[in-house]
């Protein structure tokens, strides 16, 4: 990479991003990011997606960087007119250490109390440790790191490669380990895993057993997506550099798949799980809650019905079963009342009265419950 950065400061119109509930992965409603294109550069990355990289020309991705100077002003008004919940914040590529925009957004989120969740490809995240921490004491922070193999893994220096400017895997584990020292939750994100690169069971294992050894708690583990301009990048990518994957990936990924066909994630959903439980962490990231949540029984019965959900597409099951899951943990999660009122106001019809919650469901939100006051 010898092309020189360049960097484009400019005003964005709005720049919180809303969902209307938290994703069932990190737990955010909100997202915030400073800046567009990455000078990382990784090969594989989604964020070359058009929605998220409107270049003319996609290769100027690790090179134009544009810079939301605003960011932090619209970020402090934009939270103050939403209820508070967990944002996505941050991107501590190299640029940040000159704009400190992501430092910024941090002091909004203390300011405006609102808990956080970072992920990472850098180190660079410890040099706002301070204000993590603060954000941790008020309400829950947590500081995550994309990290997809070690040094020591098969096809390390293909992977190196691919990761471009981001910081080694050892440099990601040092930073988690200060983190977990420090006393904020950590754990990585193995995204995504490369067919035939990064989804051997001795890569996921390396992987996972330095994540609990540096500290980390989680790993969630996704496999690659392909969207339209990034697809064309990638695989254009594959032909030139790595043609011999390029047949392992034309099948995994056919014309306008999303996301690899057949078991291919299945089976490694299930190795991720099995090493976890090995490694003795979760593969999936336990949801905080705030202090003095008013429905806390609610946002947990919500991550027990998302957790279900999860372990029901390991499981193989179709998606007509699954899908009940999901909306009856979007319908508790919106559920005004609280959910232990409920039930101990109504008993088990209570619960069957909220919208999505059938017999059996019901059941297992309330042996949850029952659970809950032994
Ligand atoms: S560090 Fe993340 S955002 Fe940056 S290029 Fe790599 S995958 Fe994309």
């Known amino acids: 990479m010898g092309r020189k950065a360049e960097f484009i ?5 709005a720049i919180l991003n809303k969902h209307k509930r938290p994703d069932h992965w990190f737990w955010t409603r909100y997202s915030v990011y400073p800046y567009i294109g990455c000078q990382h550069g990784c090969e ?59 430092r910024q957004l941090l002091e909004v989120c203390l300011e405006l109390d609102f808990p956080i969740f970072m992920l990472e490809r850098s180190p660079l995240v410890l040099r706002d440790l301070d204000l993590i921490q603060d954000i941790a004491r008020k309400s829950y922070a947590t500081v995550a790191f994309s990290v997809i193999h070690t040094a020591q893994s098969p096809n390390a220096a293909q992977l190196d490669r691919m990761e471009g400017l981001a910081p ?18 950590t754990g990585i ?36 997506t392909l969207s ?26 056919p014309t306008q798949s999303y996301g690899p066909s057949g078991d291919h994630w299945l089976k490694i959903g299930r190795m991720v799980r099995e090493l976890c439980i090995k490694a003795g962490i979760s593969d999936r990231m336990p949801r ?48 005004e009342q609280d959910i232990g009122l409920v039930y101990s106001q109504m008993g088990l019809k209570g619960l069957q009265s909220i919208q999505g919650v059938g ?9 949850f419950i029952i659970g809950r006051k032994d």
């Open 228 to 253: 339209d301009q990034q697809r064309t990048y990638f695989m254009d990518y594959l032909q030139s550099s790595l043609p011999e994957l390029l047949p392992l990936y034309q099948r995994l990924y």
């Open 44 to 102: 594989f990355c989604y964020c070359r997606e058009r929605k998220y990289a409107p270049y003319d020309d996609l290769n100027d991705f690790p090179y134009v960087i544009k810079v939301k100077e605003n960011a932090p002003e619209l970020l402090r008004r934009a939270l103050a007119k939403n209820p508070r919940d967990a944002i996505a914040v941050g991107d501590y590529q190299p640029l940040e250490r000159k704009y400190r925009i992501s």
């Open 288 to 335: 905080p809650i705030l202090p003095g949540e008013k429905r806390a029984l609610n946002k947990q019965a919500a991550e027990l019905l998302a957790d279900r959900t999860y372990e029901m597409e390991l499981d193989g099951m179709d998606a007509a079963r699954i899908w009940p899951y999901r909306k009856a943990a979007w319908a508790v999660e919106e559920l």
């Open 189 to 224: 994100c193995l995204m995504p895993i490369l067919p035939g690169l990064g989804d051997s069971r001795e890569n996921l294992e390396l992987v996972i057993q330095r994540t609990a050894d540096a500290g980390g708690r989680f790993v969630l583990a996704s496999t690659l």
């Open 9 to 13: 400061p400019y005003e964005v119109k």
């Open 168 to 185: 080694r895997p050892a440099e990601r584990f040092a930073a988690m380990q200060a983190l977990s020292k420090a006393g904020i939750r």
């Open 359 to 367: 017999p059996s469901i019901g059941k297992q939100i309330e042996q």
